[in-house]
């Protein structure tokens, strides 16, 4: 636990130092580039420079430990017992538009799974964090799941990447079930919100790891759920999630079958 802490303070500490970037050149990155020549898939040089720097910060502290990035990809992972996976931005077409719906998420996970995660928008300064078997926190505050027990009463969000049909078949499908729903083209930070009482569910398609490494055990830790669409724990390769307060996750779990 006394480790967990100290994982968690690091974290903190990298998100906070590379927040210093993010709002230095929110709205008005130097240089966009396409990825793989796809307009929807954008990434500037600021995520390079953010996830370069909160490397750089964990790796004086623990240099054993191991690394994924969304931008510089993996350093073996599997062959290390710690593993960081960052996303420096979440959030990139939001952050390049001006748009503040976007954040910093940071991530240690062992064999068992999350063991700190970190979700920080330096625009409006929320910093959300969890750390296992420390509880969740939105800045100085503790955290929880909301109660709502009805997903006819919920309101969520929706999340999907490059799927334009199955996302069109999740709001059919889920729409007619729950009160609202919200697509804020972050999946990061509206796991966030679920962690603390803002949204009472999120289901998202077509995904990686650094989106939901930090966002599960926000989760959990907040007393809430999340699985992929089988129900089952999500794993490095997860590519669906459905999170909740746990009230209503069998309701979700039951509708994305139909999806």
């Known amino acids: 636990m006394k480790n967990n802490y100290q994982y968690l303070k690091v974290a903190i500490a990298a998100a906070k130092d590379s927040g210093k970037i993010f709002k230095k ?7 966009i ?24 910060l964990i790796n004086k502290k623990f240099p054993s430990h191991g690394f994924l990035g969304e931008e510089t990809g993996w350093e073996d992972i599997k062959k290390r017992q710690y593993n960081w996976i960052i996303d420096p931005i979440d959030g990139t077409s939001n952050y390049i538009q001006g748009i503040p719906m976007c954040c910093i998420s940071v991530a240690l996970w062992d064999k068992q799974g999350p063991l700190v995660g970190v979700i920080y928008n330096p625009l409006t300064n929320q910093l959300f964090s969890a750390g296992r078997g420390l509880g969740a ?18 309101l969520g969000g ?8 199955k996302a069109i078949k999740m709001y059919q499908t889920i729409m007619p079930d729950i009160r609202k729903a919200r697509a804020f083209g972050t999946t990061a930070l509206q796991l966030a919100y679920v962690s603390s009482g803002i949204y009472d569910f999120y289901i998202v398609n077509d995904m990686h790891i650094w989106d939901v490494a930090a966002g599960i ?18 794993g490095f390769d997860v590519k669906e999630l459905v999170a909740s307060n746990g009230k209503v996750h069998q309701k979700f779990l039951n509708l994305v079958k139909k999806i």
């Open 25 to 31: 050149y929110f709205g008005h990155p130097q240089h």
């Open 33 to 56: 580039k396409k990825k793989h020549g796809d307009p929807k898939n954008l990434v500037t040089e600021v995520d390079v420079r953010i996830e370069k720097n909160i490397k750089k």
């Open 137 to 154: 926190y939105l800045n100085n505050g503790r955290i929880s799941v909301s109660g709502v027990k009805k997903a006819a009463e919920g």
């Open 158 to 165: 929706l999340g999907w990447s490059l799927q334009i049909p």
């Open 217 to 234: 055990l926000l989760i959990k830790e907040a007393g809430g759920k999340v699985t992929d669409w089988q129900g089952k724990q999500p």
